[in-house]
């Protein structure tokens, strides 16, 4: 943007200032991102990634990068590997306050923090995200369900079983 000359030299630079600090002129509503995901802490390449949040939905190849919407919201991630039992299910990696957001927060007096929140363009997520995979087979069960014990006159008779010695605890052996 050009300023006229005729501008003093302090409104100038007190607008060049407000400029600088709204996220929503010098920011981005985009943001590129790296995908790895990781197995037995090995990479793991090939893993199809579905990312999304409450403005979109893209879809990634591990290891890759893509360019996503910001948002105020979390961005959930779902990664399968083809032919692979593994899969990983992470859906609030959060967004953080980027350092613009501040200084439009000071200069607008916070008008401008609504705008940013509203677009994203005062968000940011991590810019490398590591996805561990996990085989659902290797996850221990949930635990079983408790359920109410039956009524006493249905109880079977207790098995007694027979006591038997503990065997002796054998002499330590000295090398």
Not at 26 to 33: D, F, K, L, R
Not at 41 to 69: H, Q, Y
Request: aromatic share 6%.
């Amino acid at each position: 943007m050009r300023v006229p000359l005729s501008v003093p030299f302090a409104a100038r630079t007190l607008l060049l200032l407000g400029l600088g600090g709204c996220a929503t002129l010098t920011g981005n509503t985009e943001q590129m991102v790296l995908v790895q995901t990781i197995q037995d802490n090995r990479e793991l390449t090939g893993a199809g990634c579905i990312l999304s949040n409450d403005v979109g939905k893209w879809f990634v190849t591990t290891p890759g990068r893509i360019t996503i919407r910001k948002s105020q919201e979390p961005l959930k991630v779902d990664c399968r590997k083809h032919g692979s039992p593994a899969i990983a299910t992470d859906d609030h990696i959060d967004p953080k306050l980027n350092g613009s957001v501040w200084g439009n927060v000071i200069l607008t007096l916070g008008v401008g923090y609504f705008v940013d929140r509203n677009t994203g363009a005062g968000f940011d997520y991590p810019s490398i995200l590591t996805i561990v995979m996990q085989d659902p087979a290797r996850l221990a069960p949930p635990p079983a369900p408790i359920s109410a014990s039956p009524p006493a006159a249905a109880v079977p008779e207790a098995v007694v079983q027979p006591k038997v010695a503990p065997l002796p605890i054998p002499d330590p052996v000295v090398y």
